[in-house]
């Protein structure tokens, strides 16, 4: 079992930033993906970055260039620093995660870009 919370949500303005910070429920160590995904209503939730246990990552073309995310075995945490927000980056956030071929996610934060 994986509990995921997620954390760091809000209403920012275009070009500005947001850190997103997820805490994991037990060691990462053992974990095979940890992941960011959104989803928009009537849209499907799409994959925003994944980072892999020994570090490798990998980012939607959308928010190459503008998203990184990184992980911390010590605090067993993973994070989505997003920078240069866009309008189309609205959405709810969700952390995930695959654990023995079980998928998990947590209770997601909503993201607003706005003026």
């Known amino acids: 079992q994986v509990q995921l919370v997620e954390s760091g949500g809000a209403l920012v303005q275009p070009g500005g930033s947001l850190r997103l910070s997820c805490a994991v429920s037990?060691?990462?160590?053992?974990?095979?993906?940890l992941d960011w995904h959104r989803q928009v209503p009537g849209k499907e939730r799409e994959l925003v970055a994944l980072i892999t246990p020994g570090g490798s990552t990998h980012y939607a073309d959308s928010v190459k260039g503008r998203f990184t995310i990184s992980r911390d075995n010590a605090k067993n945490t993973v994070s989505l620093q997003m920078n240069s927000l866009k309008s189309e980056d609205t959405a709810v956030y969700y952390c995930?995660?695959?654990?023995?071929?079980?998928?998990?996610w947590g209770q997601g934060t909503q993201v607003t870009v706005s003026s």
């Open positions: 037990r060691s990462i160590f053992g974990i095979n993906v």
């Open positions: 995930g995660a695959i654990l023995a071929g079980v998928r998990y």
